[in-house]
């Protein structure tokens, strides 16, 4: 079990950026994969970023590639999602989410085990 805390969302302006940060309990943290999922109002929680366990593979949707980047420090339980260029489209909660498979087995929210509990960010135009 490893308990997911996300932090960093906020208010900006179209054109700002923002760091969300993932700190997650416990020591299995470095056998997971991670992902960052966002949902906005009335529409699906849909992938946005997500990275294997030792950092090695990273895969970006393609609505926030070259905009978004997704990192972790193992040493320090934590996953961030660096998002630059920010768009009012990019409006939602943001959810961090822990995969118990070292690898990026997908795109599909149903294969991570773990959520955090969300963070709002909202772009203003």
């Known amino acids: 079990q490893v308990q997911l805390v996300e932090s960093g969302g906020g208010l900006v302006q179209a054109g700002g950026s923002l760091r969300l940060s993932c700190a997650a309990s416990?020591?299995?943290?470095?056998?997971?994969?991670m992902g960052w999922f966002r949902q906005a109002p009335g529409k699906d929680r849909e992938f946005v970023a997500a990275?294997?366990?030792?950092?090695?593979?990273?895969r970006h949707a393609d609505s926030v590639k070259g905009r978004f980047t997704i990192s972790r420090d193992n040493a320090k339980n934590t996953v961030y999602l660096q998002m630059n260029s920010l768009k009012p489209e990019d409006t939602a909660v943001y959810y961090c989410?822990?995969?118990?498979?070292?690898?990026?087995?997908?795109?599909?929210?149903?294969?991570?085990?773990?959520w955090g509990q969300g963070t709002q960010v909202t772009v203003s135009s």
């Open positions: 990275i294997s366990a030792r950092g090695s593979i990273i």
């Open positions: 416990g020591r299995t943290f470095p056998t997971y994969a």
């Open positions: 989410a822990a995969d118990r498979s070292t690898a990026l087995r997908g795109t599909d929210p149903e294969m991570y085990d773990f």
